[in-house]
C-alpha cells in the first residue's frame, strides 16, 4: 500500500477547498445574477470594471505584506491560510443568497454583485497566494514539485465534482434552495480542509526553525522575510525579467480563456442544444465532468510532465487549442454530440495545463533568488504580480462576451421574449463563434509567447533540497 506523503497531504487539502468552492463559483455566478437574479447589463458591466480595479490593488499588496510582515498570521503561510479560511467561506455563501426580494435589474442585485466578487475575490487572493508561496517553499526539487501537483490534482478532482453535486441537487438551479444548502455545506467542509493545512503544512524554512529550535532549546523567532526594497523596487526588478513577462502575458491569455468557459458553458451550451436535444441527466454529467477530466488527465499524466517538462507540456496545449478549434469551425455545430466533444476537450487541456502552471513560475522565483541573491524568495510578491496581471481577464472575458451577446439578441433570449427564428439563428451563430475562435486566437498569441521563455529544463536541473 502506498504511504501518503504527509506535507503534500496537508499542502492538497487547500487545493480540495479550493476546487469545491472555486469551480462552484466561476461556474454559477455569472448564471445566477444574469438569469436568477435578472441583473442589468449596466450593474453587470461596472461590477466588473470596479472588480477588475479592485484585482489590481489586492493582489501585490498582499503579496509584498505577507512577504514583508511582521505578524506571524499573515508572513507565515500556514497561519496565512488558518485565519483567512472562515472569511474566505463566508465570502464563498454571499453570492447564493439574496438580501431581500429583487426585483429585475434594480440596484441592489448590482450592489451586491460588486460586493460579493470583490469581497470573494479579496479572500481568494490572500489564502491561495499563501498555498501558491507553499508549492515553491516546501521543496524546490521538480520531483517534489510534481508530487505536490500529483497531490492537489487528485484533490481538485474530488472537489470539482461540487459542481455535478449542484446540478443534481438543483435541477440546473430550478431549484434553487436546493442550490443554497449545497453551498453551504461546501463551504463547511471546505473550512475543515483550510484549517487541516493551517495546522500541518510546513515549508523547508520552517522546518529548518524548528530543527535549530530543537538543537538550541529554544525558540528561535521566524526568519526574518523583510527587504530593504519598496514595493515599487521589487516590482519593477520582477517585471523587467523577460521569463516573468513571457509567463504573465501568456497567463493573462489562459486565464481569459479559463474564465470563459467557466462562466458560459452553460449559458452557451444551452442555446445551441435546446432541452429535449439531449437528456438532463447527460446535460448534468457533462457541466460537472468538465472540471473533473482535466484533473485525471494531469494525474495519469504527470509521468510524461516528468520526462518532458512543463515547458513542452505548456506548449502542446497550445497546439491542441487552435488545431481543435479550426476542425470545429470546419464542421459547424449541426451535431450536439461532436460539439460537447469539442467543448469538453477545450475545457479538459485548457484547464489540465494551467494546473502545471505552478512549476514554471516556481521557476522564475527559484530564478530571481539567484539572480539577484536574496536570503529568502519573493514568493509571494512574483505570484502576486502575476496575479495583478492576470485577475483583469477574470472580468475582460464575462465584460466582453455578455456585450456581444447582447448586441446579438441574449438580453432577449434569456427572457424568452426572441420570437424571431432569424434573430435566434444570428444569436446561435454568434455563440457559435465565440466556442471556436476564442480558443483559436488565444492559442496563436500563447504560442507566439510562450516560444520566448528560456527557463525550460528545471525538470533535468540537479537536487538542491532534501526530499520533502
Known amino acids: 500500500m502506498m504511504k501518503l506523503n504527509m506535507p503534500a497531504l496537508a499542502y492538497a487539502s487547500t487545493a480540495l477547498a479550493g476546487s469545491m468552492m472555486h469551480s462552484v463559483f466561476m461556474f454559477y455566478y455569472v448564471k445566477v445574477f444574469l438569469n436568477v437574479y435578472q441583473v442589468s447589463e449596466y450593474w453587470f458591466q461596472l461590477s466588473q470594471i470596479v472588480f477588475m480595479i479592485w484585482n489590481a490593488i489586492n493582489d501585490p499588496l498582499f503579496g509584498y505584506c505577507q512577504d514583508n510582515a511582521k505578524s506571524r498570521c499573515v508572513q507565515s503561510r500556514r497561519h496565512a491560510i488558518l485565519y483567512g479560511a472562515p472569511l474566505w467561506v463566508l465570502s464563498f455563501v454571499i453570492p447564493w443568497f439574496p438580501w431581500g426580494t429583487y426585483l429585475p435589474h434594480s440596484l441592489i442585485i448590482g450592489i451586491h454583485l460588486m460586493f460579493a466578487l470583490c469581497f470573494y475575490d479579496a479572500l481568494f487572493t490572500f489564502v491561495l497566494l499563501a498555498q501558491c ?11 517534489d514539485r510534481l508530487r505536490l501537483v500529483r497531490y492537489s490534482q487528485i484533490a481538485s478532482l474530488i472537489g470539482s465534482s461540487s459542481v455535478f453535486v449542484c446540478e443534481i441537487v438543483s435541477s440546473n438551479l430550478s431549484n434553487f434552495r436546493n442550490f443554497q444548502i449545497a453551498t453551504v455545506i461546501i463551504a463547511v467542509l471546505s473550512y475543515i480542509c483550510m484549517r487541516y493545512t493551517g495546522n500541518n503544512a510546513y515549508t523547508e524554512y520552517d522546518v529548518k526553525q524548528m530543527q535549530t529550535s530543537q538543537q538550541n532549546g529554544t525558540d528561535v523567532p521566524p526568519a526574518d522575510r523583510t527587504t530593504d526594497y519598496s514595493i515599487w523596487r521589487l516590482t519593477w526588478q520582477l517585471i523587467s525579467e523577460r521569463n516573468f513577462l513571457c509567463f504573465v502575458c501568456m497567463n493573462f491569455c489562459q486565464e481569459f480563456h479559463r474564465t470563459f468557459i467557466s462562466n458560459f458553458t452553460a449559458i452557451i ?3 445551441l442544444i435546446p432541452a429535449g436535444v439531449i437528456p438532463s441527466f447527460i446535460r448534468s454529467l457533462f457541466y460537472g465532468s468538465m472540471f473533473i477530466t482535466p484533473q485525471i488527465f494531469v494525474i495519469l499524466a504527470t509521468p510524461v510532465v516528468a520526462k518532458l517538462g512543463s515547458y513542452v507540456i505548456i506548449r502542446s496545449n497550445f497546439i491542441i487549442k487552435i488545431m481543435s478549434s479550426m476542425v470545429m469551425y470546419t464542421a459547424g455545430w449541426g451535431s450536439p454530440w461532436l460539439l460537447m466533444t469539442f467543448m469538453m476537450i477545450d475545457s479538459c487541456v485548457t484547464n489540465a495545463v494551467f494546473s502545471l502552471f505552478n512549476i514554471s513560475l516556481s521557476d522564475v522565483v527559484d530564478a530571481d533568488v539567484e539572480r539577484h541573491k536574496r536570503r529568502h524568495p519573493l514568493s509571494s510578491m512574483v505570484f502576486g504580480t502575476n496575479a495583478l496581471v492576470v485577475k483583469p481577464a477574470i472580468s475582460l472575458a464575462p465584460m466582453l462576451t455578455v456585450a456581444l ?13 426572441l420570437n424571431s427564428a432569424e434573430k435566434l439563428s444570428d444569436l446561435q451563430n454568434t455563440m457559435f463563434g465565440l466556442v471556436c475562435f476564442v480558443p483559436m486566437v488565444v492559442g496563436v ?4 509567447i510562450w516560444s520566448q521563455y528560456t527557463l525550460r529544463g528545471s525538470h533535468k536541473a540537479a537536487p538542491k533540497c532534501t526530499e520533502i
Do not use: V
Open 269 to 271: 451550451a444551452g442555446c
Open 133 to 143: 508561496c507553499l508549492f515553491t517553499e516546501i521543496s524546490r526539487k521538480h520531483e
Open 445 to 448: 498569441i500563447q504560442l507566439i
Open 405 to 417: 451577446l447582447n448586441q446579438h439578441g441574449y438580453e432577449a433570449y434569456k427572457t424568452e421574449q
